[in-house]
C-alpha cells in the first residue's frame, strides 16, 4: 500500500487539535488507514520539521496527498461537511483538438483549469507528489495515464493533441533552454535516473504524442517530458492540467482526483473550469466530469452484514461521515446514496456497507457465534498434492518452486509443441518477454531451475507439485480453468529412464493403484505406460500413461451410447521419458534428462 508523508503541525492545525501519536493512531486505526512512522524524534534538533508517514489502502487514491486526508479526516470527525464539487461556466471554454493520429499511441484526452490558485511551497510540493504517487499506482508507471501540468497563462488556447514523427518537432524540455526533437530528447534522457525508465512506453512507435497551443508552441510530449516554457511554479495562479492515456476509466480517475483534491486553493474553493475535447470522430467531451453517482443502498443488507440494527437516518449519518450524500425514501429500506468524484472505489453495495462499518467503528460491530460449527479440512487435491510432494522428498527428489508465468517459446518452441492458439492463457500486456502466457506445462520451469543450477554435482532430481493453467469455454466464469500436476526431471551423465519411471512406480504404489497390462481388461483399476510419439521426448524413448478406471455396471445405464461410454475407461494423465536433444539445448543443457508429467486430479 502506498505510504504518504504529511507535514505533522499542519495536519494536526487543520484537525483543530493537538493529538499525541498514540491518539493519532487511534484515529487512523477508526478510520481505515494506518500510521506508519512519527518522526518527531527522529528530526528533533534540526531543521526537519515532524513528518507523519501514513499508509494508505491501495484502492483510496483521494487520500494519496496531504489535502486528501485532511479533508478526509475533517468530514468524518464531523469537522466539515462533503464538499460539493462544481464546474464553472467560462464565457469561452478551452478547446483541445485531438488528431486522428493520436489513436497509434494513446487515444484518450482530458483536460481541465484551476483558476486563481493561490500555491505555497507546501501546496505546490504536494501538487507534484500527487502527480508523481497516481503515476506510480494507479497509472502503472504512466503506461495507462499520463498527467501534465502547465502555467495557462504563459501558453494560449486552443490546443491540439497530434502524434507525429520523432523528427518532426521539436522543444525546450523542462528545466533545460536547449531544443531537441523527439528523437533527442530520446538521446538525451536515455540514462536519466527519474526519466529513463520510461522512454520504453513510446520509444518504438512511428509517432510521438505532443500537445500545441494555437501558437505552434509545445506543451508536453507525454509521457515523458513537459515543455519548459509552460512549466508551473509558485507564481502560477491559473492551471492548465492535460492527461492522455490509453484507458478511458483510468483517465476519468486521475483527472477526477487531481482537481478535486487542489480546487480547494483555487479563489472559489471546489471549482473547476471545464476544457472542451473534440474527437477526430467530431464526437465531443466535457471534462472533467464532477457529477456525483446516485446509487442505492438496502438497508436490511447493510445490517444483516454488520449485525447492526440501525434506522435508515442512522445509516444516512454514518455515511455522511465517510464523504458521501445519503437521503432517505419513500421506501424505508432504501437509501439513496450520491458518491462523490473522489471514490471510484465504491463499486458496489458492498462497499458502502463497508463505509458504513467503518464510521460506525469495526471494534463496535456486536460479536457473535456463527449458527454453524464446521471443522476445516484439506481440500482433497491438496491432500494428495501434499502427500505427492513428501514422498518425493522422501525419494531423495529436491522441490523446486518456478513462476506460474513464463514465455512463450519457453511453453512451445523450446518444447518442440505446437500452440493451436485455443490452449494457453495469454497476458494481454506482459510487462517482460519473460512472462508472456500461464503456463500449461511444469516442466519448462523445472529445466530452467536446472539451468540456473547447472553448477551442482550431478545427479540432479528435481520435481514440482503445482497448478498449470488451460483455456476452457466450458467454465462460462472465467472461461479457463487449473490442473494440478505433478513433474519431475532426473539430470546426469546418462538419460536415467529407468529413475524417472521408478518414481512414477513408487508414486502409484504410495497411491494404491496397481500396475496393470494394457490387454487386461478385467482389471478394475490400475495403470499403464505405452509407447508414444512425443515432439519433447527423443524418439522411441516415451510413454504415455494411462489410468483404467472402474467398471461401469451396465445396470441404470439409459442407452448403448452410455455402454460405449463406460466401457472407455482408459484416461490418458501423462507421459514419461528421455527429453529431445533439441529441447536440452533449448534450455542450455549439456547433460542428458529425463523427465515426468502427469495429471494429478485424475486420481481423485
Not at 527522529?42 to 483521494?62: C, F, H, M, S, W
Not at 492548465?240 to 492515456?245: L, P, R, V, Y
Not at 529445466?447 to 554435482?457: D, Y
Request: aromatic letters at 8%.
Amino acid at each position: 500500500m502506498p505510504t504518504v508523508s504529511v507535514d505533522k503541525a499542519l495536519l494536526l492545525e487543520g484537525l483543530e487539535r493537538k493529538y499525541t501519536t498514540e491518539e493519532f493512531d487511534e484515529l487512523c486505526f477508526q478510520f481505515g488507514i494506518e500510521l506508519d512512522d512519527d518522526t518527531t524524534e527522529e528530526v528533533k534538533g534540526t531543521d526537519e520539521r515532524p513528518q507523519l508517514k501514513i499508509d494508505i489502502p491501495a484502492n483510496r487514491y483521494d487520500l494519496l496527498c496531504f489535502e486528501g486526508i485532511l479533508r478526509a479526516l475533517r468530514v468524518f470527525l464531523g469537522k466539515e461537511k462533503p464538499p460539493k464539487y462544481q464546474l464553472t461556466a467560462p464565457q469561452e471554454m478551452i478547446t483541445v483538438q485531438v488528431e486522428p493520429a493520436t489513436a497509434q499511441i494513446r487515444p484518450f484526452f482530458a483536460g481541465a483549469v484551476l483558476r486563481n490558485v493561490k500555491f505555497t511551497p507546501e501546496r505546490y510540493n504536494s501538487f507534484i507528489d500527487l502527480q508523481d504517487k497516481l503515476h506510480q499506482n494507479l497509472a502503472r508507471q504512466r503506461t495507462l495515464v499520463a498527467i501534465g501540468t502547465h502555467d495557462l497563462d504563459t501558453i494560449k488556447a486552443p490546443f491540439v493533441y497530434k502524434a507525429l514523427p520523432p523528427g518532426e518537432f521539436s522543444f525546450a524540455p523542462l528545466n533545460r533552454t536547449e531544443v531537441y526533437t523527439g528523437k533527442g530528447l530520446m538521446e538525451l534522457y536515455e540514462k536519466d535516473r527519474h526519466l529513463g525508465r520510461y522512454l520504453h512506453i513510446i520509444r518504438d512507435s512511428p509517432v510521438y504524442p505532443i500537445i500545441f497551443d494555437k501558437k505552434d508552441r509545445v506543451l508536453s510530449m507525454p509521457p515523458i517530458i513537459n515543455s519548459d516554457h509552460s512549466k508551473i511554479s509558485l507564481e502560477t495562479r491559473n492551471v492548465f492540467i492535460d492527461t492522455t492515456a490509453v484507458d478511458q476509466t483510468k483517465l476519468d480517475i486521475v483527472i477526477n482526483i487531481i482537481v478535486t483534491m487542489f480546487s480547494e486553493y483555487c479563489a472559489e474553493p471546489f471549482t473547476v473550469e471545464p476544457v472542451r475535447v473534440v474527437y477526430p470522430d467530431g464526437r465531443e467531451v466535457i471534462t472533467p466530469n464532477l457529477e456525483s453517482r446516485s446509487t442505492n443502498l438496502h438497508v436490511s443488507y447493510v445490517n444483516r452484514c454488520t449485525g447492526v440494527k440501525h434506522t435508515a437516518q442512522q445509516m444516512s449519518e454514518l455515511l455522511t461521515r465517510m464523504g458521501h450524500v445519503a437521503t432517505t425514501t419513500q421506501d424505508s429500506d432504501i437509501l439513496n446514496v450520491l458518491v462523490p468524484p473522489t471514490r471510484p472505489d465504491i463499486l458496489h453495495e458492498c462497499d458502502l456497507m463497508e463505509d458504513v462499518a467503518v464510521a460506525f467503528g469495526f471494534d463496535n460491530l456486536p460479536k457473535t457465534f456463527p449458527t454453524t460449527n464446521t471443522v476445516g479440512g484439506p481440500l482433497p487435491i491438496n491432500k494428495l498434492g501434499d502427500i505427492i510432494r513428501r514422498e518425493c522428498a522422501y525419494a531423495g527428489w529436491v522441490e523446486v518452486l518456478p513462476l506460474i508465468l513464463c514465455s512463450h517459446d519457453e511453453n512451445f518452441a523450446w518444447m518442440k509443441r505446437h500452440d493451436d492458439g485455443k490452449t494457453a492463457i495469454v497476458l494481454e500486456n506482459p510487462k517482460t518477454a519473460e512472462y508472456q502466457i500461464v503456463r500449461t506445462s511444469l516442466l519448462p520451469g523445472i529445466l530452467k531451475t536446472i539451468r540456473e543450477n547447472k553448477n551442482h554435482a550431478l545427479p540432479m532430481q528435481a520435481f514440482e507439485v503445482s497448478d498449470v493453467a488451460f483455456k476452457d469455454p466450458t467454465e462460462t466464469e472465467r472461461m479457463a480453468r487449473n490442473e494440478r500436476h505433478v513433474a519431475a526431471v532426473y539430470c546426469n551423465k546418462a538419460a536415467g529412464f529407468e529413475v524417472i519411471h521408478g518414481l512414477l512406480d513408487k508414486l502409484m504404489l504410495m497411491l494404491n493403484i496397481p500396475r496393470i497390462s494394457p490387454e487386461d481388461r478385467d482389471s478394475a483399476t490400475g495403470y499403464y505406460i505405452r509407447e508414444a510419439n512425443e515432439p519433447s521426448f527423443f524418439p522411441g524413448r516415451a510413454a504415455h500413461i494411462f489410468l483404467r478406471r472402474p467398471f461401469l455396471p451396465a445396470e441404470g445405464l439409459d442407452s448403448m451410447k452410455d455402454m460405449s461410454n463406460a466401457l472407455e475407461r482408459d484416461i490418458q494423465v501423462g507421459t514419461l521419458g528421455v527429453l529431445h536433444p533439441d529441447v536440452l539445448q533449448a534450455f542450455e543443457l549439456a547433460f542428458p534428462c529425463s523427465a515426468l508429467e502427469f495429471n494429478l486430479e485424475a486420481f481423485l
